[in-house]
C-alpha cells in the first residue's frame, strides 16, 4: 500500500508496534526507520534470530510449537493494545510463524496443553487452516481478539504463507489476531476428533473445546461484529512475489518460462507425483531450456522417526517419477523461510540422475525413506540439500522444474 495511505491511517502520534513471525525483525526495522521520528514502542516476537528495532522490546518465541517466550509476548501485545491511549493506533507486523510466536492460553490452559495440542495435529498432517481454527479456539489474543483489546484502533501489515483452502486469507494468518473468526468451537473440535486418538490431547483442551461447543465459552469474534469495525487489514507479500522473483530471474538467465497458478498443496508425497504429471503436460512442445515455477505448501503425515521436512519429503517422492517423464531435468523444492521441518537445511534438488546415483551409493530404495520419514539422510548422502540459512521471509513453499 502507499504510505500516504498508512500514515493516515496512524495519525500523528508515534504508533505502537507488535512484529511477530519469522519476517518479524526485517519488517520491524523497514517500518521504524519509516517513521517520521524515533521513540516507537512495541515489541518483536521471531523464532528467528535478529536484532531488536528501535525501542522495541525483543521475545524469543517457538516455532512452530509455542513456547514461554511466546506466552510473554503474547500478553505483553494484549497489555499493549489494553493501554493505547485514545488517540493512538497499535501497528500489527504478521508474517508466517506468528501464530506460535503469540500465545495467550484461554483460562484453565497452559503452555504445556497449547503445545502439545499443537504438535499432536502437526504430526497427524492437519493443514495451517485446520490447525489455526483450534489455535484460535483455544487463545485470549487469536480470531480477532487483539482487535477487541485494543477497541479496534489497530492496522495490520501481513506477509502470507497461506495457501489452502483460501489463498492468502487473512483469518488464517497468524490465526487472524485482528480479523473476525468465521471458525467455531465446534469446527475446532472436529478437527482434534479427525487428527485421530482423542486421548493422546490434553483433556483441559478438549473440555475448553466441548464447554465451546455447548454454548458456556464466547465464541471468538464474528464477521459484523462491531468491536473490530476500526480495524484495517493490508497484505503486502505472498507467495506470488517469490514465483515472480524466481521467473524474472530464468528469463534472464535465457530460460523460457511457464508459471503454474495452482498452488501445490496436499500430503507430500502425493503431491510430489501429481505435480511431475502437471509438469510433463506444461513442458510438452515448449522451447528448451524451460523454467517452470509453481510454489505453495504441502503437508507430512508423520508415521516414522526419520528426520525430514515437506519440501524434502516432496523431492523424494518426485525423484523417482522425474525419470520416468523426462530425459533430462532437475526440481528443486524450498522453503522460502530457509527452513524445512527440524532441519538446517530449505528444501532439496533431486534430477533425472538422483535414482543411479542412489544405488551407486548402495543407499537403501526410496519407500525405505520415505515410509520412516528419513528424507534428509537421503539428500545428505548425495549431497542435494539446499541449505540457504533463514532467509527472515516466509510466503510458503517454492518449486522450481529446470527441463534441457
Not at 154 to 170: C, E, K, R
Request: with cysteine.
Amino acid at each position: 500500500m502507499r504510505s500516504g495511505a498508512i500514515e493516515g491511517e496512524i495519525g500523528s502520534r508515534l504508533p505502537v508496534v507488535a512484529a511477530a513471525g519469522k519476517a518479524a525483525a526485517e519488517m520491524a526495522s523497514a517500518f521504524v526507520s519509516a517513521l517520521p521520528r524515533a521513540g516507537a514502542r512495541g515489541l518483536i516476537a521471531s523464532p528467528q534470530p535478529g536484532r531488536p528495532a528501535g525501542d522495541l522490546q525483543w521475545f524469543d518465541v517457538g516455532h512452530p510449537v509455542p513456547t514461554a517466550g511466546s506466552v510473554a509476548a503474547g500478553r505483553e501485545a494484549l497489555a499493549l493494545a489494553a493501554g493505547l491511549a485514545p488517540d493512538e493506533v497499535m501497528v500489527l507486523l504478521l508474517s508466517g510463524g506468528a501464530s506460535a510466536g503469540l500465545a495467550a492460553p484461554v483460562r484453565g490452559l497452559d503452555l504445556e496443553d497449547k503445545s502439545t495440542v499443537t504438535s499432536v495435529l502437526l504430526r497427524a498432517g492437519v493443514a495451517i487452516d485446520g490447525l489455526n481454527c483450534v489455535r484460535k479456539h483455544l487463545s485470549a489474543i487469536k480470531g480477532g481478539r487483539l482487535a477487541v483489546a485494543a477497541g479496534g484502533r489497530i492496522v495490520t501489515l501481513a506477509i502470507s504463507d497461506v495457501v489452502d483452502p483460501a489463498p492468502d486469507d487473512p483469518a488464517v494468518i497468524g490465526s487472524g489476531p485482528t480479523i473476525p473468526d468465521p471458525t467455531t468451537f465446534a469446527e475446532a473440535l472436529g478437527i482434534c476428533r479427525g487428527a485421530g486418538r482423542t486421548d493422546v490431547f490434553p483433556r483441559a483442551a478438549l473440555a475448553a473445546l466441548e464447554r465451546g461447543a455447548r454454548g458456556e465459552i464466547e465464541e471468538s469474534p464474528k464477521p459484523g461484529d462491531r468491536r473490530l469495525a476500526g480495524a484495517s487489514y493490508h497484505l503486502i507479500g505472498s507467495r506470488r512475489d517469490a514465483v515472480e522473483g524466481a521467473a524474472r530471474s530464468a528469463r534472464g538467465l535465457g530460460c523460457g518460462v511457464v508459471v503454474v497458478d495452482e498452488p501445490v498443496t496436499g500430503e507430500a508425497r502425493r503431491a510430489a507425483e501429481s505435480y511431475v504429471r502437471t509438469i510433463a503436460r506444461l513442458a510438452h512442445e515448449q522451447p528448451r531450456p524451460l523454467c517452470i515455477v509453481s510454489a505453495g505448501e504441502t503437508t507430512v503425515r508423520v508415521t516414522g522417526g526419520g528426520r525430514g521436512g515437506r519440501n524434502q519429503e516432496f523431492a523424494l517422492a518426485a525423484a523417482f517419477h522425474l525419470t520416468r517423464r523426462f530425459p533430462e531435468a532437475v526440481v528443486a523444492s524450498v522453503g522460502t523461510d530457509g527452513i524445512d521441518g527440524p532441519t538446517d537445511a530449505a528444501g532439496a534438488l533431486v534430477d533425472t540422475t538422483t535414482p543411479s546415483r542412489a544405488a551407486e551409493r548402495g543407499l537403501h530404495r526410496p519407500e525405505h525413506y520415505l515410509a520412516a520419514n528419513d528424507s534428509y539422510p537421503f539428500f545428505e548422502a548425495l549431497g542435494d540439500l539446499v541449505r540457504t540459512g533463514p532467509t527472515d521471509t516466509n510466503v510458503g513453499d517454492l518449486q522450481v522444474a529446470l527441463i534441457g
